[in-house]
Structure formats: C-alpha cells, structure tokens
C-alpha cells in the first residue's frame, strides 16, 4: 500500500475536529458533539499539536502527544488508541484500535477499516528513508553483496542510521485527570473487572458450599460412596480456576483504580492556588503525600477484602436461614464497635500527622533551633508529643483487639450454641446440618476477613480526608479560551501588556493590596519595577503572570483577556522567575531543571540553546565540572548548587519559555559584580520585553 492508497482513508485538515468527535463516539467514551470545531491555519506539526489539545479539552477530553522513535513505531502504535496520526500537512487518520497485525480506522464516511499496522509504518517512515536510499543501494551494488541480500542489507542500515530519530505525529484520545469518577473507571475496565471478581467469587463459594453439604452427606449418613466421593473432589477442583480468576481480577482492579487515583492526585495538586499553600510548611505536604499512598495501597487492599467478605455474609445469610437473624444482630454489633475504632484510629492519625509535620518543621530549621533555644529546651515539645502518642495508640490497641478478636470468635460460639438444639433433637438431616455448619464457618471467615481488613479501610478512610482537597481540585473548571492562532515568527506585537485599574486582596474582608494599578508594557521595553518590602511588587508580578486572578479591572495580553486566551497559552506567552524561596531545583538532570517550560522530551536544539543560554549566564564552569555536563543530576538528590548558581539556573529557565514578557523577581540579589554583569547582559540580549523587579 502507498501513501496515494490510504490517502483514500485519510481525514482532511478542515475536518479534523468532525474526525475527533466521530473518534470519540465510535471508541465509546463519550458521545459525539454538536459543536462544530473548525481549525484555521495547522500546517505545521506545533500548530497541529496546539489546536488538537485545545479541540480535546474543549469536547471534554485530553490529547496527549506520542513521543517515540522510529524504531519502536509498530510496538507505540498497537497501545496509541484511540488516535489522530498526522501522514502529512493536509491529512490525518483516526485509529479507532488495534488488532494486532492490524490497525482499525475511521474513514471521513464514518465506516471502519483495516489497514495493516507494518504497511503504516513503513509509510511514516518513507519520506525520511527516501534520501538515504538511493546512495546505500550503490554503496551495496559496489560492495559486491549479492542483489538477494541487498534489500534486506539497506534496510537494517536505514533502520540503524533513523531508529533513534524521534517521531511525535500522534495524539492518544483519553479521559481528562478531572472527568467524573465513572468516566474514569469505565475506561480502566474497573466496571467489568468488579463485576467479573464478584462473579467468579459468589460462585467460588457457591462451589465450596456444595463440596460442603455433599461432604456431610457422606459423614453423617455412616457410608463412603465411590460417586458422592468423585463428585465431592470433581467440586473442590472446580474452585481452583475460579480462585486463580479472582485473584487476576482483583490485581486488574488494583492497577486500574490505582493509576487513576495517582493521576487525578496529580492534577488536582498542579491546579491548586497560591493562596491555598502558602500557609501550610513543608511537614504538612510530606504528611499529604503519605496519606495519598495509603488511600491507593490500603484502600485497594482493605477495601476489596471487605467487599469479598461481605459477599460471603450474604452467601451465609442465605445459607443460613432461621439462623441468619442471628447473624444480622452480630453484623450490627460489628458496625457499632467497628465506629468506635474509626474514631479512635481518627485522633491517631491526627496526632501522628502533627509530629510527621514537626519532625519535618524541626528539620528544615535545625540550625536555627540549635542558635536559637537552650540546650535543655532542645526536645522539650517532642517529649510531649511521644507522651500524647503513646496515651492514643495504646487506646487504638485496646479497641483494635476487641474488634479483631472477639468479633469472628464470638460469631463462631454464638452460631455453634444456636446449631446445637437442632443436632441434639436430631431435627435436621445429615445434609442441612453440614450446610448449616458450612454456612458458620464460611460467616466466622467473612468476619475475620471483615476485621483484618477494617484496619485497612479506616486507615483509608482517614487518608481520604486529607488528600480530598486534591482529589476534587482536580475537577475545577480551566479557562481554554478560544483558538487563536500562536503569534507567527518575526511578529512584533505592539502592546504585550495593558492593565488598567487592577485591583486585588488576598481575602475577601481584607484591605486591597492592589488598588487602582494601571500600566501598559510594549514590546521590547526593559522596566524596573522598585519599591520597598510588602510594597505589593511580587503580588502585582503574580497577577500579570496568571498566577493570580484580579478582583477587579481590566488585563490583557497581546489584545486579548484570559477568557479568550485561556489559561495555558497566557501562562506561555509571561514568563516569570518567582522569588528565591518559591523558586526550587528538583532532583532531576540540569537540563531538565532548565527546560521545565518546554515539552519534555527536548530536542537536541533544545539542549544545545539550554547549555549556551548557561554559558552566557556564567554557569560555564558548573558545567564543565560537573561528569555529566547538563545531564548531571542536580538538586538535594545529586550535585548541590550554591545560591548564585540556583539564582542564574532560574533565569536561563525563564528565559528559555521563549515568551513574549519575561518578569524576574529578585533574581539578581545573591550574584556578585561580575557574575550580575553577565547575567543582566545575557537577560537583556535574549528576552523579548523584560520586566525586573527589585528594591530600591
């Protein structure tokens, strides 16, 4: 097949958003849209990838770019589903999924076909193959390779010399982090994978129970018969694929629910508002962070044992009969004592909580406890918080033990004392009462199940609670704005900036901080913004950024506000370098650190402007010295930097978002005369408009 065949097949340009919501509904995720999305000009592969992950958000999705190699094409494709190729400047496809050797696409008629994922492939990499060809064919030719052998030969060698040339022509279709729960649990077959383990569970014990009553037919009528004895072992070999099942199910379960848990974490904590961090330490995210991985770890473990074990208290009750009243008057107990220990296991968590945020406090500023409080006063408020800690986990562990222990226990006892009239008058059969019997020692399992995983869930339960703010952050509604085309090279714009009577306060009750500010930023200008400390310059530099919103009055970048721009490309086009103590180097490589502004991974321009923009900056040093170069790892994980040099990687990251207004706060004040002369002239010559915020 040629690329003039499946031209057939492809969707044009024009119609790319119609191809994204057919895609959408015929993959079954979402229902198609009467909004018609029409894209302007998206003849290069940035303008493509700019408007199909704008056209996703806006239909309610997310376009998530597809970053591989030449070589491992094929292998990308079969898991890239659904999906928007692009085959050339004018044409794409939709895959609708993959049935290995094949592909399935959508057609502009909205039909299905299949086309062969190696014949696609090679079509991709055509194009790029095409120069190199012709010369490694007569390089063969002359070699004296046999003509059988040099197909194959020119084809490894294409393939050595383009395998590692990266390719990102395609958008996976998935759910957004925020979309509702439901959403996200139908597409991580979390619905079909419960359903399934419910399934083969109920008739697990199903099966065991059968086992049960055949095994006391066999007992209590005093005869061992060849048949009852097959069928008897014929059931119990039954109940191991159902087991094998449950616990494959169960594991799909848990790694679907889990990476949407970690996901939406995610998101939820990259949405969240200055506001709503700039009061909580360093301690009190530790703290968050470990509760988000209990939710995933207990809750999937704990909840899942305390879903099978109440399948089994049904299977009980139903088994039971008469004697499942007795067992609705123990499930009732179990509730009451288990309420007490959430409470309880409540306070112990929130005083465990406040000594890991302590702990965490006293590290960070442990030098200055050490300067500051008398030797003797050093572990003064450790010493009470132990004390307070051992009172509540010793009162966790007396109801802890109770629960555990004397719950299934006491069902056993109880259920054995009601079954005993009935053995002793010899009013049931041999047959009812080995079911009978079953039915008890399958509720006193379901209890010790029930119990052993309660410690789970209200563990859970308790995490919940605190990471709950990041889990609905997730869903707050983002300004898309409209699709407007990106600014083209060589275009000077002449007002970057206008704001006109901006007015912000950090609380509603609060007197303004910004009250009545207007300025107008051109392109190109160099503005030094002065004034004293708590003056407003930084908050003023935050609302310009989109960082913050205003209370009030007009903003607008290029000519446009934040609700036709949207909230992505404002934050492209303003740049900002925060202060030093809410700017961080995270344990990663240099170039990472550097690069943060740009999508990951880099290209080798990338990483060629990156280490220039360094060198200019001062840093050559740093990186010569460093084994790695700009790979290096860097941060409190790897090579430490000193304050001036954490000052200057800031700014060359600032710099390298290439955005139309580059605002640095404070971040010349640690860098000596020399190392300030560099960095103000490399800040000069590389940033478009420059705004410098600085005390008098």
Known sequence: MSFDEIEAFTWPASRLGDAMAVLISKAGIGTRTSEALRPGDISSRSSAGAWIEWAAKRLGWEAEPVETTFRNLETELLNAHPSLLRLSDSS??????????????????????????????????????????????????????????????????????????RWNECWVLRTPPGAAPMRWLREAGAIPNGSGLLAAHIAQYMLWLASWAVLGRLSFEGRMDRGWLCAWALLLITLVPFRVLTTWLQGLLAIGIGGFLKRRLLAGALLLQPEEMRHRGIGSFLGQAFEAEAVETLALSGGIG???????LGVSAFVLGRLALLLMVWCGITVVLAWRFLR???????????MTQDLVEAMVGHRTRLAQ????????????????????????????????????????VCGVIALAPSIISGQSTGTATAILLGGILLAFTAFGRLTGSFADIAAAWVAWKRIAPLFH?????????????????????EKVIEADRLTFRYRKEGNPVIQGCSLVIRSGERILLEGPSGGGKTTFASL?????????????????????????????????APQFHENHILTETLAFNLLMGRRWPPTSADME?????????????????????????????????????????YIARAL????????????????????????????????????VIAHP
């Open 609 to 649: 402007e990156a280490e220039s923009i360094c060198r200019q900056l001062g840093l050559g040093g740093l990186l010569d010295s460093m084994p790695s170069g700009i790979l290096q790892m860097v941060g409190e994980g790897g090579w430490q930097l000193s304050h001036g040099e954490r000052s200057r990687v």
């Open 306 to 312: 305390s879903l099978l074990a109440a399948i089994e």
């Open 544 to 576: 310009l950024s989109g960082m913050r919103q205003p209370e009030s009055g007009l903003l607008l970048v290029n000519g446009l506000d934040r609700h036709t721009l949207g909230s992505e490309r404002w934050r492209q086009r303003i740049a900002a």
């Open 92 to 165: 794409y496809l939709a895959i609708l999924d993959a049935k290995k050797p094949d592909l399935l696409i959508v057609m502009p008629s909205s039909a299905v076909h299949r086309i062969s994922i190696k014949k696609l492939c090679e079509i991709v990499r055509e194009p790029m193959e095409r120069a190199s060809r012709g010369d490694l064919e007569r390089l063969l030719r002359e070699s004296g390779i046999p003509p059988a052998r040099q197909t194959a030969a020119a084809k490894f060698l294409i393939n050595e010399q383009f395998g590692d040339r």
């Open 656 to 691: 390298l978002q290439n955005a139309d207004l580059v605002i640095l706060d404070e971040s010349f004040a640690a860098l000596d005369p020399e190392n300030l002369r560099l960095a103000l002239q490399c800040t000069v010559e590389n940033a478009e408009t420059l705004m």
């Open 473 to 493: 952050a997730a869903a707050r509604p983002q300004t898309l704005g409209e699709a407007v085309p990106d600014k083209k090279a060589g275009e000077a714009l």
């Open 344 to 354: 309880r296991y409540q306070q112990w968590t929130d005083t465990r909580m406040n």
């Open 373 to 412: 409080l008398r030797r003797d006063q050093w572990h003064e408020s450790e010493d009470q918080s132990l004390d307070n800690y051992l009172g509540v986990s010793r009162s966790l562990d007396r109801t802890g033990t109770s629960l555990i222990a004397a719950i299934p226990r006491g069902w056993l």
